[in-house]
């Protein structure tokens, strides 16, 4: 059954919904229901005032209104962007039909989609994989190709290691990278931009947000509510620094950060180190409750040659931040929306 409340239904059948709920006089908040990732799923309360500051600004900095691909599921916050930013610029958004090849061409105007990294990375794997077998031969480079006739590539829901942009680049994509939650109504800083109207401090290394984009609460926990938002700010997990041209970066969630033998070791930076060995196709770091260690650094890695625990190591520095354990896996689990199953891989460990 569809519904706004939590988001639910067939892309179509939400679209239609969007379209009823923009046009009234004072709808009911939309509620997004989150993955989960981390093990404790919200029910996220956004405003129509919120969601339209969120897809007018998008538009803005964009350059303006086009067709947006959906290729995302249209339940999470990022496929529903996808889908209201459309109702909003008065045009049709194109289903992904399991090949940009064919899926771009139903775009006329300005052409835009929306991607989680990991989605970006296996198209230029299987790219490479192609022209590895075939010689040079079109195959799957013809996908990128497609991405690269859009205006624009959001990448969002996760850290983009920078040599996946560039190469990405190197294709003729334009990668505007994104940071933004449900709470957030999705991206609302653009390759370390805020949006019009959005503020960004940093607070004790926490990224705190502020703006017309702003979430309402969270459904029936108020308590929560109160934590997250304080005088119009809300406390995101993340942690970040504003550098030194004034663009926010993004350092990794409070979580990623592992207390391991009284060392604090970021597991982004640990994951980035292991990720430049070309043995390496896919890499997820993270904590695991230990007796010794408190928690114990774990690699979990799909692997393109045989691994070693040892060689891993030697991967990272400091030393102090080297994984104790390596598991290895056929494919990093997902969530429906992309991101890193996270529960999962901590069963696996």
Known sequence: ?????PVSGTPGEILALLREWDAAADPEPLVI??????????????SRAAMRASALATQERLGGAGQWVLNLPPTYVAGVQV??????????????DGSFESTTHATSGRGYVSLVPTQL??????????RDRRNGSHGSQGELDALAELDAVLVGGGPLDPAVRSEAEQQGIRVV?????????????????PLDGVEVRIEEGQVLLRGPMLFDGYLGEPARTQRALDDGWFHTDDLGEIADDGRLRVLGRGDDVIISGGVKVPAPAVAAAISADPAVRAVEVLGVPDEEW????????????????????????????????????EEIPL???????????????
Not at 83 to 96: C, K, M, N, Q
Not at 177 to 193: A, K, P
């Open 294 to 329: 408190g928690e114990r650094v774990v690699a979990f890695v799909t692997p393109n040659h045989p691994l070693t625990l040892a060689g891993l190591r030697d991967l990272v520095e400091p030393r102090a931040w080297a994984p104790h354990q390596l598991v290895l896996v």
């Open 121 to 130: 990375i296996r198209l230029l794997r299987d790219s490479r994989d192609t």
């Open 83 to 96: 889908l209201y930013r459309s109702v909003v610029a008065g045009t049709e958004p194109v289903l992904f």
């Open 33 to 46: 229901a989150t993955s989960g990732s981390t093990g404790r799923p919200k029910q996220v309360v956004l």
């Open 1 to 5: 059954m569809s519904s706004l409340r």
């Open 177 to 193: 990278q994104t940071y933004g939650m449900s709470e957030t109504c999705g991206g609302c800083v653009y390759d370390g931009r």
């Open 335 to 349: 969530l429906t929306n992309g991101k890193p199953d996270r529960v999962r891989l901590l069963e696996l460990a």
